[in-house]
């Protein structure tokens, strides 16, 4: 099983439409958890921290279900420029203390007019 | 705030030569990572360093790469000899401290084709 996975996408929405992606991870111990969003050729960016009583940033909520390692993003009333890949992101213990940020495959999202 | 610095940007080379990338992180940033993100995957961690120490390079092919970060600032990343399937993006990211809450801040990456 790999250590972080996401829906295999791509998901092809209309605009205003709500979509939601889905990501598990399988080390029990790992820290802390993100979603990172990277346009066409351009680097990720951090889009939000997920924290376990969940986060609301506008139209993004982030959810985290620790006992089923489980984490999710929403995004409301999409917009056109919504488009990117949105790529899960956990802090996954190494071995000797340390933790390694691990990614995810990544979820195209395309919003369409 | 000035971001994180890399270049080249892009980078073509012949299989068996050899290639170096450089960055430049956000100043102040104590924590400096490379990745390599193949085309369709997300980006695979390389090596973290925490100043001018190795924190972690368990997933670096050390046959062909290295990488350093004399007076912990900036890091240079080297292939030799370079293989058809390190074509790649290659980015280097910083954060302040590389706690477990830390975000990344990344380059705009090298993107390297090997032919």
């Known amino acids: 099983r790999k250590e972080v996975e996401q829906d295999p996408g791509p998901f092809n929405v209309p605009e205003g439409a709500t979509v939601a992606f889905n990501c598990t991870y399988s080390?029990?111990?790992?820290?802390?958890f993100f979603w990172y969003r990277q346009d066409c050729r351009k680097e990720p960016k951090l889009l939000m921290s997920?924290?376990?009583s969940g986060n609301e940033d506008g139209r993004f909520t982030a959810q985290l279900n620790r006992a089923s390692q489980y984490i999710s993003l929403l995004i409301r009333d999409s917009k056109l420029s919504d488009s990117a890949t949105y790529l899960c992101?956990?802090?996954?213990?190494?071995?000797?203390?340390?933790?390694?940020?691990?990614f995810g495959k990544g979820t195209k999202l395309s919003v369409i007019p | 705030e000035a971001g994180v610095a890399q270049s080249p940007r892009y980078k073509i080379i012949e299989k068996r030569q050899s290639v170096a990338f450089w960055c430049n992180p956000i100043?102040?940033?104590?924590?400096l990572y490379w990745y390599q993100q193949i085309l369709g995957q997300g980006p695979k961690l390389l090596i973290q360093?925490?100043?001018?120490?190795?924190?972690?390079d368990s997933q670096l092919p050390k046959d062909r790469f290295s990488a350093e970060r004399l007076k912990g600032v900036d890091s240079t990343l080297k292939i030799q000899p370079a293989k058809l399937e390190d074509s790649a993006v290659y980015l280097c990211?910083?954060?302040?401290?590389?706690?477990?809450?830390?975000?990344?801040?990344f380059g705009n990456g090298t993107r390297l084709t090997v032919t």
């Open positions: 100043s102040g940033h104590a924590t």
């Open positions: 990211a910083s954060s302040p401290d590389g706690t477990a809450n830390s975000p990344l801040h």
């Open positions: 360093f925490q100043n001018n120490g190795v924190v972690d």
């Open positions: 992101v956990v802090n996954v213990p190494s071995g000797a203390g340390s933790y390694q940020l691990t």
């Open positions: 997920v924290y376990s």
């Open positions: 080390n029990s111990a790992s820290q802390s």
